[in-house]
């Protein structure tokens, strides 16, 4: 089954302890991308690769990294998470075709104390 | 400038009955993609349609039909014959060429869509 699959779904942790979101697809895409979702603001880009070893920052992407060293995986990082990145965590993917829609992992609800 | 805009918050449905949720774009991009997507409580985005800018006839994907009306820059999303199931939040998102990724989605605010019995 093609999908995009992100690990945790569900995040409580504190102020400044590093964190890793996991996400891996199955469908060779070469298009990977964080959103973060909040409430009255839809979803906002945090980082995106166009293929391995390259990424790029996205709309909002201070407080965050991430690598590309896999085709497939494409993991969010943040090295000291403050409470204003509590939030609802998408990665996406799709391929670089121009009507190719990206397809969404399940998400992952980070609350930062 | 908002790129994507959704007017309405919220909108109520009876079921069965048709609705049109609401989407206007800014863009300066000749070439450019909408897409509407489903997020129902859950929490996953599902997406529902696509329509490209040099599309000539508007899109249709099941009981999901977009009212593609590019001059005045509107992509409205049309359900026919609501489903109780259709409640959820509505995201309507643009993909420009131009953009510094290519394949970036700029997402509107949403609307929650709720279907009455």
């Known amino acids: 089954e093609a999908q995009v699959t992100q690990n945790p779904r569900y995040l409580i942790t504190v102020t400044g302890k590093k964190l890793t979101v996991t996400c891996s697809q199955n469908?060779?895409?070469?298009?990977m991308s964080w959103y973060r979702q909040d409430p009255g603001l839809g979803l906002r880009q945090i980082y995106y690769?166009?293929?391995?070893?390259?990424?790029d920052k996205g709309d909002v992407p201070e407080g965050y990294k991430v690598s590309r060293k896999e085709k497939r995986n494409f993991p969010l990082i943040l090295e000291s998470p403050s409470p204003n990145q509590t939030s609802l965590y998408f990665c996406?993917?799709?391929?670089?075709?121009?009507?190719?829609?990206?397809?969404f992992g399940p998400g992952t609800r980070l609350l930062v104390l | 400038a908002q790129k994507i805009t959704q007017t309405q918050p919220g909108m109520f449905v009876q079921e069965k009955e048709a609705v049109t949720l609401d989407c206007t774009y800014d863009t300066s991009d000749p070439s450019y993609g909408l897409f509407w997507y489903k997020q129902p409580s859950s929490g996953e985005m599902i997406f529902l349609i696509y329509?490209?800018?040099?599309?000539?006839q508007n899109a249709t994907e099941g009981r999901y039909s977009l009212n593609f009306q590019k001059a005045r820059k509107s992509a409205n999303l049309v359900i026919s014959a609501s489903q109780l199931g259709d409640s959820a939040m509505y995201f309507c998102a643009m993909r420009e060429a131009i953009s510094g990724s290519a394949r970036q989605l700029t997402f509107g605010s949403g609307t929650q869509l709720t279907v009455l019995p």
């Open positions: 996406a993917s799709s391929g670089l075709a121009g009507r190719e829609t990206q397809y």
């Open positions: 690769s166009m293929n391995v070893e390259v990424t």
């Open positions: 329509q490209g800018s040099y599309d000539q």
């Open positions: 469908m060779n895409h070469e298009y």
